[in-house]
């Protein structure tokens, strides 16, 4: 309780902050994104920031992404309470009966994240500014988004998206097995991938998720 | 740099007569350029291109006197000169930005581009897909944070994962984590029937550091659903009784069945062969129970049997017998006062229901009655119990709950 007494009264008087990029351009940040970008709130209660017009400097961050996440926080200023609270992400066994949803990108977000694509390697640098900053609504817009270009792929489409080089199995971990022979010795093998893809791609999805 | 920005102009501005540049030619002028600055003249050659089909609309085709030719080629000479100054000074400037703003630069050219450019980037590009790229430039699950990766992959259904986990080597093990599969077996749709047969099936996968493999646990259960949904399966055929079976049951090493002519034949789940036969009953019988290693059978002789690898069947000789399944004999005889209809069995008692309307209570060990239930107006067909109840269906067209928590 302390410490919210403490927050409230480093910020709670119409403060804006200055930040600078990795490439030196200097942005104006406000209520909306302290509030939503954890690192900034633990940083200004660590800091003792006396002087606004010294810019924090943010040496991870291109320009264009902080100002793209800068925007996303200032459009999101008011969901803020309905962000669940991460603390309970990580407790694996809260969400184990429910899946997660990853269908409920709202419009805006969809065509806010739109503009950061994987061949520029927007997206990636978007998801490590939300992960450094950690603005947990932005991650996870970015890593829905991507979620969502996965799913429905076979693995060669996915290659072709990320660019990704195809390492065929045949050695290691990835040995192709005989399929007859693995319901009974399989105890103390690896399933291969081809096993499980083969698998996966016989059932039709009517009948497995009706 | 600058001797082959020369060399290609010389080469596109030779004179009149050529007319369109096929795209093999295109890519014959491509591979006398410096290879690495490919992409760089790629625009700066398509703006080349565009002055050649200008040409081409002047000069419609290559029949044209020679007057007109020579004209031409002298203003082709100028135009040339001319170009090559600008082409040098634009590469210079374009050599002077940042790799962000080469990029924001290009972007802006291709605004600029008409069908005929989009057409040589398209045939340049094809070839040249990530040049120079470090390996897997692209692959964000790869280069991002594990626990991103993991998250990124923790809202995909298992299809897609395991699609996912066929991309590579990395992303197989990133795909293969048993959290992500964890998850799924938790999921109220991935059970098994019941807790028991759940936790059973997870502890077969318990490794040695005490951890699951989840990610097999889900796949067995997938299988076996998706199996089930398909009617996949093997079929056994199990020959050897004289007449119809009238009922079966089964455990994780034997299936045992009961004819209509009061034999009990005991099966190799594995091999199909016969192990034993049961005989005792005169009539047909009507209900087998068989728990782990014991057997309770019923028969219209009115008896019914149970012991420690035991089965207990039921009969229309209005017997239960109670069977030793490693001897083969019947061990007691349990007579019922009417057809036993079913029968289920514990540890310590045996239920029977009877034409008799009644349902009646065995102690195991003994055989000895425990009680009857009366209740029912018609013969008692089918029940069930656990320690705490007993649920019972009848010819009289109702169904009984026999509750003994409240009394």
Redesign the interface.
């Known amino acids: 309780m302390a410490t919210n007494v403490e927050e409230t009264y480093l910020y709670s008087s119409p403060t804006t902050f200055k930040v600078s990029s990795k490439d030196g351009e200097i942005f104006d940040i406000d209520d909306s994104f302290i509030n939503q970008s954890k690192t900034i709130k633990n940083m200004l209660n660590v800091l003792d920031i006396a002087d606004n017009h010294m810019p924090i400097p943010l040496q991870n961050i291109k320009g264009t992404m902080l100002n793209a996440a800068i925007v996303f926080c200032k459009y999101h200023k008011n969901d803020l309470l309905s962000i669940p609270d991460d603390e309970d992400e990580d407790d694996?066994e809260r969400?184990?009966?429910e899946?997660?949803?990853?269908d409920d990108i709202s419009e805006w977000d969809k065509e806010f994240i739109k503009q950061f694509t994987?061949?520029?390697?927007t997206?990636?640098d978007i998801?490590?500014a939300a992960?450094y900053l950690d603005i947990k609504a932005l991650?996870a817009v970015g890593?829905?988004t991507?979620?969502?270009m996965?799913?429905?792929?076979?693995?060669d489409q996915?290659?072709q998206?990320?660019?990704?080089?195809?390492?065929p199995?045949g050695e290691?971990?990835?040995t192709p097995r005989n399929s007859v022979t693995s319901k009974e010795s399989?105890d103390n093998q690896l399933?291969t991938?081809?096993e499980?893809?083969s698998?996966?791609k016989?059932?039709s999805?009517e009948?497995?998720?009706d | 740099m600058r001797t082959s920005v020369f060399k290609a102009d010389s080469e596109l501005s030779p004179g009149p007569l050529k007319r369109h540049y096929s795209t093999d030619e295109v890519d014959q002028i491509n591979s006398k350029h410096d290879e690495k600055k490919i992409s760089l003249h790629g625009c700066f050659q398509s703006d080349n291109l565009q002055l050649i089909q200008l040409h081409d609309h002047l000069v419609p085709n290559a029949d044209l006197d020679q007057q007109t030719n020579t004209q031409i080629q002298k203003r082709n000479a100028q135009n040339s000169e001319l170009f090559s100054h600008k082409l040098l000074k634009v590469s210079q400037w374009f050599l002077e930005l940042t790799d962000d703003q080469r990029n924001i630069l290009l972007r802006e050219l291709s605004d600029l581009c008409n069908s005929s450019q989009w057409h040589l980037l398209s045939t340049m590009a094809s070839s040249n897909w990530h040049r120079d790229c470090p390996d897997n430039c692209c692959d964000l699950l790869t280069n991002l944070p594990f626990t991103i990766s993991l998250y990124i992959l923790s809202f995909l259904d298992p299809v897609s994962l395991a699609r996912s986990s066929c991309v590579s080597r990395l992303w197989y093990s990133l795909c293969s984590q048993s959290e992500l599969w964890k998850k799924f077996c938790r999921l109220k749709k991935w059970h098994l029937s019941s807790t028991q047969f759940d936790q059973q099936q997870i502890e077969k996968y318990r490794l040695d550091s005490g951890c699951f493999e989840w990610k097999r646990i889900f796949i067995e259960r997938y299988r076996l659903r998706s199996n089930w949904l398909k009617s996949r399966c093997s079929v056994q055929t199990f020959i050897g009784h004289v007449e119809g079976i009238s009922c079966v049951q089964f455990d994780e090493k034997r299936i045992i069945s009961g004819c209509t002519g009061g034999s009990i034949k005991v099966w190799d789940i594995n091999t199909t062969t016969e192990i034993m036969t049961l005989v005792g009953h005169s009539k047909a019988v009507r209900c087998l129970f068989v728990d782990g290693l014991r057997l309770v059978s019923g028969s219209n002789d009115r008896s019914i049997k149970v012991r420690e690898n035991f089965c207990v069947s039921g009969s229309h000789d209005n017997s239960i017998k109670i069977w030793d399944l490693k001897t083969g004999q019947c061990l007691k005889t349990l007579l019922h006062t009417g057809v036993v209809r079913c029968l289920q069995a514990d540890t310590r008692i045996v239920l029977s229901g009877s034409d008799d309307k009644t349902i009646k209570v065995w102690n195991i060990e003994t055989g000895e009655r425990l009680c009857t239930l009366r209740n029912h107006g018609d013969g008692v067909t089918c029940l069930q119990f656990n320690d705490y109840m007993i649920v019972s269906g009848s010819y009289d067209r109702s169904v009984k709950l026999w509750n003994f928590r409240q009394c």
Do not use: H, W
């Not at chain 1, 899946?99 to 990853?102: F, G, H, K, L």
């Not at chain 1, 994987?118 to 390697?121: A, C, I, T």
């Open positions: 694996f969400d184990a009966y899946p997660r949803r990853s994987v061949e520029e390697g997206l990636f998801i490590m992960n991650l890593c829905k991507i979620a969502n996965v799913r429905g792929k076979n693995s996915v290659r998206m990320f660019n990704i080089s195809y390492d199995p290691g971990l990835n399989g399933l991938t081809q499980k893809e698998r996966c016989t059932p999805p009948l497995m998720y």
